[in-house]
């Protein structure tokens, strides 16, 4: 294979990751990842047609023929023949500090990559790749999804020296910008991380615990739901529970009955905080955070570890999430987030955009921003709390309205229940609106702006005011009367909203947050 | 507007400002947009209102074949419903449409608008990733352009400038594109 040829290269000279004008093809193991990948694309594009092709089976009578059959075996033959097929079709080459990809089977597509294109380099390690030592090479642009190149299957060692390279190449290039402390120093080849932080196995438990991670177990696990509940059935009437009999009969007090109800939710609670602690362990096992010059570098995962590497000057937010349980076990989330127009949905853990430190406790998260941004502190007394009129827009705008139909319906039908459950509703909204009015804050240091928010629990978020894209103002005519004036920060990450703040310091705010911007003129990269 | 075009050639100045002076967002100079904008967006109105009203009538009076009872009976709400939406929306236009202005300095483009809930929007020009005129056909024919102005905060917080005569639209563009901080990069 050609493969040999880069291996050869490697040991050969120090720019070894060129791979010259030649096309190269991937190691054979590619293959494998070919008919996973091709796998999981038609598993996803089945799962639509499964209920339709199981009721057709069902009607005609015909799930055990051979017809059945013949067609799963063409499947699979067709999708690992496609895995070879692919293999064949895929050729790269990295020359002139560009990545060159030709690749597709039916739609033939051509990416080139220049090296300074590209934002982060993440290589992962499948579990069928760890064995034999190879590595996938995953590209991401600051352009859309699409154009995010993937190096199918390299050898480990190329993939580190590919990885490096690009890296050191875009610092070399960047260099000449005016940017703060860690970006100045040169980028040395064989500089050594620093770890930040490590999280044990006690803390992934925890954040398995009061985060919900049940998604990433539950949604592997779905094809075998059906087995699954008539197995717990089955067992639950081993044990004397028959749960057809429970409903409708009257032979139990309902004392008893509320009992059981109790016990199976709990035992549902249970399990789901089981399989959440699993999703975390899956996701997050052996997480560490460290630093290599400039870049922050995330490892983590029990089958495939993954790497996420994002640069300092990239980070355009911190984000410290705390929910109720956080706020009980004193622990807390840490997100550093990039620019979001590669972001894939449903990745929001694997997303290279954002790097989360699972459940860290409170003074290391201070500590940890503190790392990245310095001397910023996100836990201050200064906060400014908007004005009340927030929860009275809310009650008119959001409660009014539902709040009265219910209540007049139940009065005139003389349906007790109605007005009892409207009123109660309402009060639990109201006390939640309440709750946001009183997180929502907002405050300022003369490098940085903090924004408090959340029901139950807390989110703190702090950026640097230079790196906004956007700002907007909003005012309805009815806060234009009171002099209050709503605030939004768009960046890269996302966008963050204050509301119903003083017009004045509004428009303050704003003019120093554009003189910010327009006059350092750096780069929010 | 021609000068727009020619402040692109002037030397940079964004010295400090003793904070009195800074350039404020609250007292913008802001300018319509053109009044062709709400005359294209009123007559769309019109034209999408008339046309539903014309098939659902055309199905209710047709001499072709009988629809069935809950659809003769739902006939009068379904044309009340269309009609006040219609109304809305014409009306919506006729005091929204002159609401919106906008103003260039020299580092950024802002753009107010807004009928219950005015907002004001600034989009710094160093931060600008690229620009585009966009036309539909009912502008093409009343000669306006929108300028869409695309920045790393995402396609939901793209910043656009609606209802421009073509030849300010390309100014701007033209602005945009020779500003020194894109060009420096």
Not at chain 1, 5 to 10: A, F, G, L, S, Y
Request: charged share 15%; with cysteine; hydrophobic share 45%.
């Amino acid at each position: 294979m050609d493969n040999e040829h880069i291996t050869d290269n490697e040991a050969g000279r120090s720019e070894s990751v060129d791979t010259g004008v030649q096309w190269q093809r991937l190691s054979v193991i590619a293959i494998l990842y070919f008919t996973f990948s091709n796998l999981k694309n038609l598993a996803q594009g089945l799962i639509y047609v499964v209920p339709a092709l199981a009721v057709t089976a069902n009607i005609t009578d015909n799930i055990h023929s051979n017809g059945t059959y013949i067609g799963i075996l063409v499947l699979m033959l067709s999708t690992s023949l496609s895995g070879v097929v692919s293999f064949f079709m895929y050729t790269f080459r990295v020359h002139n500090a560009h990545i060159e990809i030709h690749h597709g089977v039916f739609s033939r597509r051509f990416t080139n990559l220049p090296f300074w294109r590209i934002q982060n380099v993440k290589i992962e390690h499948p579990f069928y790749y760890r064995p034999f030592g190879y590595a996938l090479v995953v590209l991401d642009t600051a352009g859309s999804a699409s154009e995010e190149a993937n190096i199918v299957a390299v050898p480990n060692n190329y993939a580190q020296a590919l990885k490096k390279q690009v890296l050191a190449f875009n610092a070399q290039n960047t260099a000449p910008e005016p940017q703060e402390n860690e970006a100045q120093a040169p980028v040395t080849q064989d500089s050594d991380e620093t770890v930040l932080n490590r999280r044990s196995i006690t803390d992934l438990v925890i954040h398995g615990i009061t985060n919900n991670r049940v998604w990433i177990l539950l949604g592997a696990a779905a094809p075998f739901y059906d087995d699954v509940f008539s197995r717990i059935s089955g067992w639950l009437a081993s044990k004397g529970l028959q749960l057809n009999q429970l409903v409708g009969e009257q032979t139990i007090a309902w004392w008893q009955f509320g009992l059981y109800a109790l016990i199976i939710v709990m035992m549902l609670m249970a399990a789901i905080a089981l399989i959440s602690v699993g999703g975390a362990l899956f996701t997050f096992y052996g997480y560490t955070l460290s630093k290599q010059d400039d870049r922050y570098i995330r490892r983590s995962g029990l089958l495939n570890k993954q790497e996420v590497s994002m640069r300092a000057s990239r980070i355009q937010m911190i984000t410290a999430k705390q929910d109720w349980l956080d706020k009980v076990l004193k622990r807390v989330n840490l997100y550093f987030e990039q620019n979001v127009s590669t972001q894939q949905h449903g990745q929001e853990l694997m997303s290279p955009n954002k790097l989360i430190v699972p459940s860290v406790t409170e003074t290391e998260a201070l500590a940890l921003a503190k790392e990245v941004m310095p001397n910023s502190c996100y836990q201050r007394h200064d906060y400014m709390t908007i004005s009340t009129r927030f929860i009275l827009h809310w009650s008119v705008v959001g409660l009014a309205v539902p709040f009265g139909l219910f209540f007049t319906v139940g009065i005139i039908t003389a349906h007790l229940d109605i007005v009892a459950m409207s009123i109660s509703v309402c009060l639990l909204l109201l006390g939640v609106i309440g709750l946001r009015w009183w997180r929502w804050g907002i405050a300022t240091d003369d490098k940085y702006i903090y924004v408090r928010r959340g029901r139950v629990g807390i989110d703190y978020l702090c950026f640097e005011p230079y790196k906004i894209q956007e700002l907007v103002i909003q005012q309805s005519i009815f806060m234009k009367r009171r002099k209050l004036a709503s605030i939004k920060f768009v960046l890269a990450s996302g966008s963050v909203t204050v509301p119903f703040l003083p017009e004045d310091y509004v428009f303050s705010l704003a003019d120093k947050v554009m003189h910010d911007v327009e006059s350092t003129q750096r780069s929010w990269m | 507007m021609t000068g727009i075009s020619s402040s692109a050639t002037t030397t940079f100045s964004n010295a400090q400002l003793d904070p009195d002076s800074m350039p404020a967002m609250a007292a913008l100079r802001l300018t319509d947009v053109s009044p062709r904008y709400r005359i294209v967006n009123v007559s769309l109105a019109l034209c999408i209102t008339t046309l539903l009203i014309a098939i659902i009538c055309t199905l209710r009076f047709q001499p072709f074949f009988v629809l069935p009872e809950p659809l003769l009976l739902a006939f009068p709400f379904v044309l009340t419903g269309i009609i006040t939406l219609g109304v809305v929306w014409v009306v919506y236009h006729v005091l929204a449409d002159v609401r919106v202005k906008y103003s260039v300095r020299e580092q950024d483009l802002n753009l107010q608008s807004g009928l219950l809930f005015q907002t004001l929007a600034c989009q710094p020009i160093l931060r600008v990733q690229h620009v585009e005129i966009k036309r539909g056909p009912l502008a093409r024919l009343a000669g306006l352009a929108s300028l869409q102005v695309f920045s790393a905060g995402g396609a939901l917080h793209t910043f656009e400038i609606p209802g421009l005569p073509v030849e300010t639209a390309q100014q701007l563009r033209q602005f945009v594109l020779d500003h020194k901080v894109l060009s420096a990069k």
